[in-house]
T-cell receptor
Framework: DVKVTQSSRYLVKRTGEKVFLECVQD?????MFWYRQDPGLGLRLIYF???????EKGDIPEGYSVSREKKERFSLILESASTNQTSMYLC???????????????FGDGTRLSIL | KNEVEQSPQNLTAQEGEFITINCSYS?????LHWLQQHPGGGIVSLFM???GKKKHGRLIATINIQEKHSSLHITASHPRDSAVYIC?????????????FGPGTSLSVIP
């Protein structure tokens, strides 16, 4: 079974702090994703990566950056946390299939981040 | 208008009832994905389909490409089915591996 592990289930930080959310997958997946989930808005893509050191902006990249130095690890960084970044953050990974991009995404358990 | 919509938004059912959750989308897609999210946040993939019907245990998913509509059915519902069910589509014109998520349907099954 694919295991996607997020470093924290709950995290409380203060405005202006630099925040790191870590995600690790153990199935050698090429693709990794960071989403945030807010009531009434569903899941929204922040950034994704399809290879080491490669990244692409999603729908709401503002205020975030990412790092993919190793294939199994994808980090989400809040450079200067703000209260509107209080949310549930979900990491996912998927296999890259050259014949079809329809590989399912496997999700972590989420990190509930509160910015005070 | 959202590209992926679900109905109902909230659903309460008695244990044993047959449940249907609907998903409609407005973009051309290459595949549709049903996901389940339990309280606490973890998301589990239930089905990925691009045509016809798939069945797994008490869960059945159908898709009608012409009508741009999919349904998730749960037979003999059980309290452990209580969760948020999310429909997601992989659009044909979206960027690399981008998925568009619906808002979710919150299901509560009462014993």
């Amino acid at each position: 079974d694919v295991k996607v592990t997020q470093s924290s289930r709950y995290l409380v930080k203060r405005t202006g702090e630099k925040v790191f959310l870590e995600c690790v997958q153990d199935m050698d997946h090429e693709n990794m994703f960071w989403y945030r989930q807010d009531p009434g808005l569903g899941l929204r893509l922040i950034y994704f990566s399809y290879d080491v050191k490669m990244k692409e902006k999603g729908d709401i990249p503002e205020g975030y950056s990412v790092s993919r130095e190793k294939k199994e690890r994808f980090s989400l960084i809040l450079e200067s946390a703000s209260t509107n970044q209080t949310s549930m953050y979900l990491c996912a990974s998927s296999l890259w299939d050259p014949l079809s991009s329809n590989q399912p995404q496997h999700f972590g358990d989420g990190t509930r981040l509160s910015i005070l | 208008k959202n590209e992926v919509e679900q109905s109902p938004q909230n659903l309460t059912a008695q244990e044993g009832e047959f449940i249907t959750i609907n998903c409609s989308y407005s973009v051309g897609i290459s595949a549709l994905h049903w996901l389940q999210q339990h309280p606490g946040g973890g998301i589990v993939s239930l089905f990925m389909l691009s045509s016809g019907k798939k069945k797994h245990g008490r869960l059945i998913a159908t898709i009608n490409i012409q009508e741009k509509h999919s349904s998730l059915h749960i037979t003999a519902s059980h309290p452990r089915d209580s969760a948020v069910y999310i429909c997601a589509v992989k659009g044909k014109k979206t960027s690399y591996d981008k998925v568009i998520f619906g808002p979710g349907t919150s299901l509560s099954v009462i014993p």
